[in-house]
């Protein structure tokens, strides 16, 4: 059984920047997938904002186990029957991992529900990570710590809901701390945050943030069946109840009704 990942990338820097293009040449989607690709339980695919429906039409999420997204400069251009699309194969099943910007990507906005806002600083800073939870699988075969030398500071307070668990902190050279890795249920879908990956500097060719990754797309995948209808909300009738009742009072909605929305 293979865990099939689609990688999303926004793909907008690394046509535009030479730095960017320099250290992912191939896109910093590509560079994730191979990642993923070297774990024989995972498959992983990319598509790019730039394809029609950016990739993801209802038949490439009804085949997608984990979802991926990397977006920075150009979330305003995300669709948003796309990204309703999106929330709701998460809210069916299906597992969502977000990386470093994509805090702000109209999907996790979406999932979180808050202003998802935070504290940043690109002064190419030292980051160090703490596992905050070792039997963690996102933090398996991880050390305790380790370091990116290059990093985009992100700080708190940062705007998500509380999450269910804690995988990750960061500290930075300048002396903030971030709740880096961060994981989430929504509706039937496991989500993860994780927050390393600024662009201009080399973080997903690290092989410890390659780990992480691996580790995010087996914990994100739901075996179960796809709910086929996350959102349905049906009317039981009197008649149905498991015990008898008697109605009583006034009422506005006949039995089956489909009800307000
Ligand atoms: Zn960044």
Redesign the pocket.
């Known amino acids: 059984m293979t865990i099939r990942v689609t990688v999303f990338g926004e793909n907008v820097h690394e046509q535009k920047n030479r730095v960017v293009a320099s250290i992912y040449p191939q896109g910093m989607h590509q560079t994730i997938a191979d990642a993923l690709n070297a774990d024989p339980a995972l498959s992983a695919e990319t598509v790019t904002l730039q394809q029609p429906e950016h990739g993801l039409t209802a038949d490439k999420l009804a085949e997608t186990d984990v979802l991926f997204w990397w977006g ?1 400069a150009a979330h305003g251009d995300v669709e948003d029957a796309v990204v309703e699309r999106i929330v709701n194969a998460v809210w069916s099943g299906m597992g969502m991992v977000f990386l ?2 994509a805090h702000f990507s109209k999907p996790f906005k979406r999932l979180m529900g808050t202003p998802c806002n935070l504290t ?1 600083r ?1 002064a190419g800073e030292r980051e160090r990570l703490w596992l905050t939870s070792v039997n963690h699988p996102i933090a398996a075969e991880l050390p305790n710590h380790f370091e990116l030398e290059n990093e ?1 500071m992100y700080g708190e307070p940062f705007g998500v809901p509380e999450p269910l668990e804690t995988v990750f902190v960061s500290w930075f050279a300048g002396g903030e701390v971030f709740r880096s890795g961060l994981t989430y249920k929504r509706g039937a879908g496991n989500v993860f945050y994780f927050r390393p ?3 201009t500097y080399p973080t997903y060719h690290d092989a410890n943030v390659q780990t992480v990754l691996k580790n995010a797309a087996r914990w994100a995948y739901n075996p179960a069946p796809r709910i086929a209808d996350p959102s349905a909300a049906p009317n039981v009738p009197v008649k149905d109840a498991l015990e008898p009742i008697e109605e009583r009072g006034p009422r506005l909605h006949q039995d089956g009704e489909e009800g307000y929305r």
């Open positions: 920075h470093h910007s940043w690109e985009e990956g600024h662009e």
